[in-house]
């Protein structure tokens, strides 16, 4: 599939033919819903813990005897019913939430993902980026450029989950030029992942070419 390249200053520079493996795959609700949930599982650090009625101070001694009080009869100050006592089900800090993900089975999710994002309009392809020092005001010029392109005014407008900018090769001074903007995440394209790109609203691919040949040499169609 054919696909506009424009340059950093928001002009058109030549047309790309990209992987119908990578930007036309089908769309799969159900494989990218089983990825994601299972990718925030294995993101997700337990930290809540409710101690048990075995963990809970006290409880030594039955509180009082079977019968002949008119209570109810008790064995010990640490069952759940008792305030102050152990917790039934509550969270715990040693659960496993860990699920298992097939690569080929993420890999697939991202590439539905990013085939989705572009026949909606949300991936803008960029031959390059090109600062002579990292400075967030030459970023925000070339964003500014970026968002009078037909259908990418948010890039700029949005406060929240604006651009993922996924980079073919690392590039310190447009990682430290961008690094002040809350909007926007900077990293490579190889690291790209469908929670990350979920996540952000436009997806900004510097050097298209070569981050398309990586993305499908990731399924081993080439």
């Known amino acids: 599939m054919k696909s506009k390249i424009y340059n950093q200053d928001g002009k058109e520079v030549e047309i790309a033919t990209l992987p119908e493996t990578v930007f036309n795959a089908p769309w799969n609700a159900d494989l990218v819903h089983q990825v994601v949930v299972s990718m925030q599982a294995n993101a997700r650090t337990p930290v809540a813990h409710a101690k048990t009625r075995a963990e809970v101070r006290g409880g030594g001694i039955k509180p009082w005897r079977q019968k002949g009080t008119g209570r109810a009869r008790h064995g010990s100050i640490r069952s759940p019913i008792w305030v102050g006592g152990g917790v039934t089900h509550g969270p715990r800090n040693d659960k496993n939430y860990s699920r298992k993900i097939n690569k080929k089975m993420k890999t697939k999710a991202l590439f539905s993902i990013l085939s989705k994002k572009m026949a909606d309009g949300e991936v803008l392809l960029v031959d390059a980026f090109s600062f002579t020092e990292p400075k967030t005001s ?12 037909k259908g990418f005014s948010g890039v700029s407008a949005r406060k929240k989950n604006a651009a993922y900018l996924a980079l073919s090769k690392k590039d310190d001074k447009t990682l430290k030029s961008f690094r002040n903007f809350k909007n926007i995440k900077v ?9 990350d790109v979920l ?7 510097t050097e298209p070419k070569e981050a398309a040949e990586f993305l499908e040499s990731k399924l081993g169609t080439k």
């Open 138 to 149: 030459e970023a925000k010029k070339v964003i500014s450029a970026l968002s009078t392109i």
């Open 199 to 205: 996540s952000y609203k436009y997806l900004i691919i």
């Open 187 to 195: 990293d490579a394209a190889r690291n790209l992942n469908p929670v």
